[in-house]
């Protein structure tokens, strides 16, 4: 079982590669919040992976809300669950621009709660979507970006089919210190009133189809509102909007966007 949160597609993209070489299924957590389809039964010779962008240098909102309702039991053997449970090879893979941060240490405790150990923890640098804070990296550093995000997924795959433990060598001490700001980025970080679309929107409805919370409606004029003060952060509505018509206060109208290409292969 893969569980992946995506935004512009960089994590659907790790968890699609995954799936591909592991045979695991993967399944979006925001379609496990949304239909509420949070209880699982695990074998132990499973694999249960994690794949999620990183957030202000930790774990994303929605990752943190779909942690602390999941749950997960071994369905077979005998003993106790938590020796079964320690039988199942969990790992995590955390995309990021730059650091993962403390995202692995946060999500560790999360599972901790759950009496489930990471076995194998790994960083993987993809294309920066966080357009609200600085514009997208050229055309051409994205592909040498894709082309090293594509080799270590190689890397990955092969330890995770051999179910080898693993600790990410992201070590960033910066990454690290800024990930302090995470807590105060998810408590106040998550607004929506600065988002608005300009007069190039089309009503297209996109936007509202791909919000993983649902916070987006369209207006009677067509137009996307955003119907709740905080929304996960994703940016997913700014960077796929296909007339970059949506914009997050003056910060992202001279900057570019970025979708991974797995949307243009798949439908999440």
Partial sequence: MIFYFTGTGNSL?????????????????????????????????????????THCWGTPW??????????????????????????????AVITCGSSIGNADKMLAKKL??????????????????????????SEEKQAKIMQKCDAELRRICADLLNRRDHQHADKSAMGIALSKLNRLYKSKGRGTKDFYADDSCV?????????????????????????????????????????????FGKKTQKRGRFVNPIFTDIKE
């Fill in 203 to 247: 009503g297209c409805g996109l936007c509202e189809s791909i919000c993983p919370i649902g916070c987006i409606k369209l207006g009677e004029d067509r137009r996307p509102k955003w119907t709740l003060e905080s929304c996960a952060f994703c940016l997913g509505c700014i960077n796929r909007c296909p007339h970059h018509a949506i914009q």
């Fill in 112 to 137: 901790a709660k759950k009496g489930i150990k990471l076995n194998a923890i790994y960083s993987l640098k993809m294309v920066d979507n966080y357009v609200t804070g600085f514009d997208i990296v």
């Fill in 62 to 91: 929605l990752v943190d809300q779909f942690l602390d309702r999941l749950t997960i039991k071994p369905s077979d053997g005998y003993g106790d669950d938590e020796e079964r449970l320690d039988a199942i090879f969990v790992y």
């Fill in 13 to 53: 993209y790790a968890a699609q590669r995954i799936r591909e070489v592991t045979g695991d299924h993967a399944i979006s957590m925001a379609k496990c919040l949304l239909e509420d389809d949070l209880d699982y039964k695990m074998n132990s010779n499973e694999r249960i992976g994690f794949v999620f962008p």
